[in-house]
């Protein structure tokens, strides 16, 4: 097939992305498809011919993702208005016969770049406009779980004119549509809590605190309806924050997670359960907190879990005997979108 892999774009997990992109654009080659690899926000710089490289072109792509989430403030040139689609990203998109959406966060994420490709009857891969819009909304995700009996911890959702205080101490303060533990800080107390909220309200107008759990934490894939073996992710110091995730020897990660016994299939039913509540597509990751005690928690579903050296939905589909070109094989194939 000829595929386009759509990353990097213009939220704060850009760089997450790119690797991401970087990796799956490897896979699909060694597969034998055709691929362009393509950023969505800034498009293509030269209108040449378009090309779908093959592996024959020895065409091999890495991208390093820094310590800290990127600064977009100087992504556009600024000379002009830029939508969240470059130039020629449609058009290069209308000639494969899939688009491979690696994109993370934001746009790419939230339904809008979804629901453009539906506009257009492309084909693309991942959960459509309104699965991803209601995954993406921790806000309205949230009221999603509680209502089909899904446990989540409690929450408020905030606004700079209502953030004086918490309802709660401690909590996790977060942007309400962010990712990658971007904005993510933890608070005890009052104090903290004015730092925190402004911090957060630097990524977005709305924002979530939610009860801090504090216990092992996991994350379940979903592919084609069925669930993959649970992750246990233990950062070395801290939380599991944007350092953690993406740098080497940051985080031990253990799968299949080891001594949650009958855990392991309550956490598989409710990653079902919040996967179709959501209306999600071919593949999804859901995240879980657990205490002491066994309670589970569910924090969010991840629409386009990353797929970087260090991404968790990958090291799941190994330890189900899927090697990362296969997964992504399998994903490719099952696109959705079209009219």
């Known amino acids: ?9 213009n939220s704060t997990e850009r760089e997450v992305s790119l690797s991401s992109g970087a990796m799956i654009t490897n896979a699909l080659m060694e597969k034998g498809h055709n691929v362009c690899l393509v950023d969505s926000y800034l498009g293509l710089t030269e209108r040449g011919e378009i090309q779908f490289e093959s592996q024959k072109d020895g065409g091999y792509y890495h991208h390093q993702i820094g310590i800290k989430a990127p600064d977009l403030k100087h992504l556009s040139d600024g000379s002009k208005e830029h939508g969240f689609i470059g130039n020629g990203v449609i058009e290069i998109c209308r000639l494969a ?3 491979f959406l690696a994109l993370h966060g934001g746009t790419g994420e939230n339904g809008q770049i979804q629901a453009v490709l ?32 899904i446990p989540t911890p409690d929450w408020r959702l905030y606004t700079k ?8 101490f401690p909590v996790a303060v977060k942007p309400c549509n962010g990712g990658s533990s971007i904005g993510v800080i933890m608070v005890e107390d009052q104090n903290q809590w004015e730092e925190a909220i402004r911090t957060a309200f630097e990524y977005e107008e709305r924002i979530l605190a939610e009860v801090k759990i504090t216990g092992r934490e996991f ?3 979903v592919l084609g309806g069925k669930t993959l073996p649970a992750i246990e992710i233990i950062p070395k110091t801290g939380f599991y924050d944007y350092e953690n995730k993406y740098q080497p020897d940051k985080t031990e990660e253990i799968c299949p997670a080891k001594n949650i016994n009958e855990k392991a299939d309550e956490m598989n039913r409710y990653a079902l359960q919040v996967h179709e509540a959501l209306g999600l597509g071919y593949y999804s990751r859901i995240d879980f907190l657990m205490e002491e005690n066994g309670n589970i928690y569910c924090l969010e579903a991840n629409t386009l879990p990353g797929m970087t050296p260090f991404s968790l939905l990958p090291q799941e589909a190994l330890a189900a005997g899927i090697s990362y070109a296969d997964l992504c094989n399998d994903i490719a194939k099952h696109w959705r979108g079209v009219l």
């Not at 009857?121 to 959960?127: A, E, F, L, V």
């Not at 699965?131 to 509680?146: P, Q, V, W």
């Not at 004119?161 to 709660?168: I, L, Q």
């Open 118 to 149: 539906d506009a257009y009857g492309i084909r693309y891969t991942g959960s459509d406009y309104a699965g991803s819009l209601k995954a993406m909304d921790k806000h309205l995700s949230k009221l999603i779980m509680r209502a089909s009996g």
């Open 161 to 168: 004119e209502n953030a004086t205080e918490a309802f709660s």
């Open 219 to 221: 994350s379940v894939g």
């Open 97 to 99: 016969d899939v688009v």
């Open 1 to 9: 097939m000829n595929i386009v892999v759509l990353a990097g774009g």
